[in-house]
């Protein structure tokens, strides 16, 4: 079990370069979800996918698109990156039952420049 | 508007001592609390969890305790070892949701 997997693990871009963020989960998870983390901010959720075929927004969503590709795969783009959207970005998922832990990928530190 | 507060940036604490790490927190929704813990260029790991039905759980040197009426709950670990020490986030939801609020962390050092 693999558990949940993030690709790239570092990227750099320049300003209003485009790029996705890839996860994939292998426990059959309902619910994916979509985070960045920043120094004195916590984690802040960005967008969820409670289950297949649905997305909602988070706290930040903008400047995000996501896709629920299917059951295993959430996947984060930026269409146009700005610097205020370097940050590390994890993907989690859970069972989707109301009272469940996340299980989080290891993070992908992204740089804008 | 930080509705999940952990005053305190970081910590320090003797190998063997008790670790006290507290979160407040603002809605009154919130019925559900997590702790997780995270190492430096590593995921969040799900350490500890309470229902608003309890005011205690524990899970070996980990016990998690809420105060409703204070909006207030903490984490204490103890003893306190070497491999306590990483950052804690505090996270609360609202019954039947998905969508989970983070505290700021708590950078826990154990020092031996």
């Known amino acids: 079990n693999a558990g949940v997997t993030q690709t790239p693990k570092f990227q750099v871009l320049k300003t209003g370069q485009s790029m996705t963020l890839q996860c994939a989960q292998d426990?059959?998870?309902?619910?994916m979800y979509w985070y960045r983390q920043d120094p004195g901010m916590g984690l802040r959720l960005i967008y969820y996918s409670a289950s297949e075929g649905t997305t909602d927004k988070g706290e930040v969503p903008n400047g995000y698109n996501v896709s629920r590709l299917n059951k295993r795969e959430f996947s984060l783009r930026l269409e146009s990156a700005a610097p205020s959207q370097t940050s590390v970005y994890f993907c989690a998922s859970s069972y989707g039952d109301g009272y469940n832990e996340q299980f989080f990928g290891p993070g992908t530190r992204l740089t804008v420049l | 508007d930080q509705q999940v507060k952990q005053n305190s940036p970081s910590l320090s604490v003797q190998e063997g001592r008790i670790s006290i790490l507290n979160c407040d927190y603002t809605?009154?929704?919130?019925?559900?609390f997590l702790w997780y813990k995270k190492y430096p260029a590593e995921g969040p790991t799900f350490l500890i969890s309470i229902s608003s039905i309890k005011d205690k759980n524990e899970d070996g040197r980990f016990t998690v305790f809420l105060n409703k009426s204070a909006k207030h709950l903490s984490l204490h670990i103890v003893p306190s070892q070497p491999g306590d020490s990483a950052v804690y986030f505090c996270?609360?939801?609202?019954?039947?949701?998905?969508?989970?609020?983070f505290g700021t962390g708590t950078k826990l050092q154990v020092i031996p």
């Open positions: 426990m059959n998870h309902n619910s």
């Open positions: 809605n009154s929704m919130f019925d559900y």
């Open positions: 996270a609360a939801r609202p019954g039947g949701y998905q969508k989970v609020t």
